[in-house]
């Protein structure tokens, strides 16, 4: 029979900065009917952890004592009444689609409902695989699923520097596809290049992203856009676009209300993985593609740096916000 245990876990109580973040030792309870537990090896980082925990998010956290976290890879340690597909000794992932408050997985132990795990290859490395999930499944989701991207398309990747922007590189070059990335400033540039995109371009210098994809594209422009920023310049991203060409919006970094283009004939997207793949079938298909490319190597998550220990997630975090890092942040508990 299996019994309650203790999970050190990252909880806070009061939106601010990265410091209110802190651990606490909590009592497990064993896994219920449809729920396994399991033991956290690598947390992935993600934006939206950041915005909850300074209130900026689309909810609020639900305080006192709100958990965070999307993003795990570990290992099955117990399952609950009615759970078949996965037991004791499996490697996973958390396939993120839950309220943060309530199941956030910043934690050494976390009990999930079993519709939320995906068993991983035992070949894919925790790090990896918990800086995989939410990237890979957003740009595949989004370019693919959504946009209907094609071979030989122009693909322009607004924050390409980002988690989901490195992984979209990767996955716009896999479908046959031409990545053109952004970034604000030229520091990023070469590492852009070296992870695949066909050109670069840095907004703080050259400034008008619609007319260089113009130039890129010999006058035509690009067929997708994928837009990490939204804001005021959302707009702008419309000149970027070919005659029916598709703009899908999946972030926020810019807080101020996005302004849709009105160069028509153009089709918009607002992307949430949610809606992409709404059912645990849907998600065993993205997770076919993200092993399937971690597999022949075409899929190569970029680790931007790792944390040991889960007092250190308050320094993970003020990296994340620093924004001088290229790719993905991953804590080991």
């Known amino acids: 029979m299996t019994t309650s245990t203790t999970a050190r876990t990252v909880l806070f109580d009061e939106t601010g900065g990265p410091e209110v973040l802190r651990v606490h030792d909590l009592r497990l309870p064993a896994p219920g009917p449809g729920e396994v537990q399991l033991k956290v090896e690598a947390l992935g980082l993600n934006r939206a952890e950041a915005l909850l925990r300074s209130g900026a998010y689309y909810y609020p956290p639900t305080l006192p004592g709100s958990r965070n976290g999307y993003e795990a890879a570990g290992v099955v340690e117990a399952v609950g009444g009615g759970v078949t597909d996965l037991a004791p000794g499996d490697p996973v992932l958390v396939a993120a689609d839950f309220h943060l408050s309530t ?71 896999r479908a046959g596809a031409v990545p053109i990335a952004t970034t604000r400033t030229e520091v990023k540039r070469q590492r852009l290049l070296d992870l695949g995109a066909a050109h670069v371009v840095v907004t703080d210098g050259e400034k008008d992203v ?3 994809s113009r130039r890129l594209t010999s006058g035509r422009g690009v067929e997708i856009v994928l837009d990490a920023i939204g804001g005021p310049g959302f707009q702008e991203l419309g000149g970027a676009v070919a005659p029916g060409g598709t703009l899908v919006s999946y972030g926020w970094l810019d807080l101020r209300p996005t302004v849709l283009p009105m160069n028509w004939p153009l089709t918009v997207h607002g992307y949430a993985n949610l809606a992409a793949f709404p059912t645990p079938e849907d998600r065993r298909r993205a997770a076919g593609y993200l092993f399937s490319g ?8 970029e680790i931007a740096e790792v ?8 320094e993970a975090h003020r990296l994340m916000e620093s924004n001088t890092h290229t790719g993905k942040i991953v804590v080991r508990p």
């Open 294 to 301: 971690l597999a022949d190597g075409s899929l190569r998550p």
């Open 210 to 212: 619609a007319k260089e």
């Open 103 to 173: 199941h956030g997985v910043y934690a050494d132990r976390v009990v999930l409902p079993e519709t939320v795990v995906v068993r991983r290859p035992a070949a894919v490395h925790p790090v990896t695989a918990a800086a995989a999930w939410l990237t890979y499944s957003t740009a595949y989701g989004a370019l693919q699923v959504v946009a209907g991207m094609r071979p030989g398309d122009h693909v322009l990747i607004t924050g390409a520097s980002s988690g989901v922007g490195t992984a979209a590189i990767q996955v716009v070059r």
């Open 307 to 314: 944390f040991d220990g889960l007092d250190r997630m308050p």
